[in-house]
């Protein structure tokens, strides 16, 4: 008898039996990473298990509500218009009162003209109240309309007799309409 009829081929028993524990491996690998990686705790806190008693649920689109952007609100999409005060700083006799119909003639709402209380400023210049994104947004879009004006710079004076003067124009030589 020959003893070597009897038995079978090992080596690809071996490779077989070694491919496969590569894969069981892999599977392994892959189970413990799918639980253990990132965003696991999202997406097993959102969907739970139905339980045997209870009928698995339709899916659902879950919106979150999120909260309206505030840029809106800093970045205006059209024009934006602020009531304007026309002062005069030369002693040109009815320099604020030509500048302002200028500008009511392009849109500008100019809801008073008279003398200024600062002499100290070179060229028409536009001033806004500081901390007001709105008249400072206004004060930008007078100035690339007028390019006469420079500006916008922060109001550093009070305008007497007006509470609420808006954006300020003070009306120099340099801006003759």
């Known amino acids: 008898m020959d003893v070597h009829t009897d038995e079978v081929p090992r080596g690809p028993r071996r490779g077989v039996q070694g491919l496969l524990a590569v894969v069981v ?9 799918s639980f253990t990686g990132p965003g696991t ?13 209870e009928p698995a649920p ?4 879950v919106q979150e509500s999120v909260p309206p952007a505030e840029v809106a609100a800093e970045t205006p999409v059209g024009p934006v218009f602020a009531p304007v005060t026309v002062l005069n700083s030369t002693s040109i006799t009815g320099l604020a009162a030509d500048v302002g119909e200028q500008f009511s003639a392009s849109g500008w709402e100019v809801i008073g003209t008279a003398g200024s209380p600062v002499s100290d400023v070179a060229t ?7 901390g007001d994104t709105v008249q400072q947004q206004a004060a930008a879009q007078l100035v ?3 390019p006469d004006v420079t500006g ?8 007497p007799g007006v509470a609420e003067p808006g954006l300020v124009v003070v009306a120099t030589g340099n801006c003759r309409p």
Do not use: D, H, M
């Not at 028409?124 to 500081?130: H, M």
């Open 124 to 130: 028409t210049t536009v001033y806004y109240s500081e």
């Open 144 to 146: 690339e309309q007028f």
């Open 25 to 33: 491996l892999a599977l392994v690998v892959l189970g413990v990473w």
């Open 58 to 61: 339709a899916v659902a689109t």
């Open 41 to 53: 705790a999202e997406t097993s806190a959102q969907t739970p298990l139905p339980t045997a008693s």
């Open 152 to 159: 916008p710079v922060a109001r550093y004076f009070e305008v």
